[in-house]
């Protein structure tokens, strides 16, 4: 069982940054491919970025793209989100998650930080 924790969220003005981060345990995550995603009142759930359980591999939502920045530090059993140039449309929840190596879905997952950009 792994258990998740992300921190770092909060309210910050257009154009400003933050950088989330996500705390595991129960598990080494080197086993694990790890993603961040987020949800805004009344849409659907959707991947922000996803990262390989080496690090060797990045994937960005287009609209994420040149703007955030995935990593992780397997020796910390942590993960990270480097959010810049942040704009009202990235506002909404956001959750770390993790799947182990070769399985297609996302077993586990945070409780959640609050992300508020405002105008």
């Known amino acids: 069982q792994v258990r998740l924790v992300e921190s770092g969220g909060g309210l910050v003005q257009t154009g400003g940054s933050l950088r989330l981060s996500c705390a595991a345990s129960?598990?080494?995550?080197?086993?694990?491919?790890m993603a961040w995603f987020r949800q805004a009142p009344g849409k659907e759930r959707e991947l922000v970025a996803g990262?390989?359980?080496?690090?060797?591999?990045?994937d960005y939502a287009d609209s994420t793209k040149g703007r955030f920045t995935i990593s992780r530090d397997n020796s910390k059993n942590s993960m990270y989100l480097r959010m810049n140039s942040l704009k009202p449309d990235d506002t909404g929840v956001y959750y770390c998650?993790?799947?182990?190596?070769?399985?297609?879905?996302?077993?586990?997952w945070g409780q959640g930080t609050q992300v508020t950009v405002s105008s």
């Open positions: 998650a993790a799947k182990e190596i070769g399985r297609r879905n996302f077993d586990y």
């Open positions: 990262i390989t359980w080496s690090g060797s591999g990045t």
């Open positions: 129960g598990r080494a995550i080197i086993g694990y491919d």
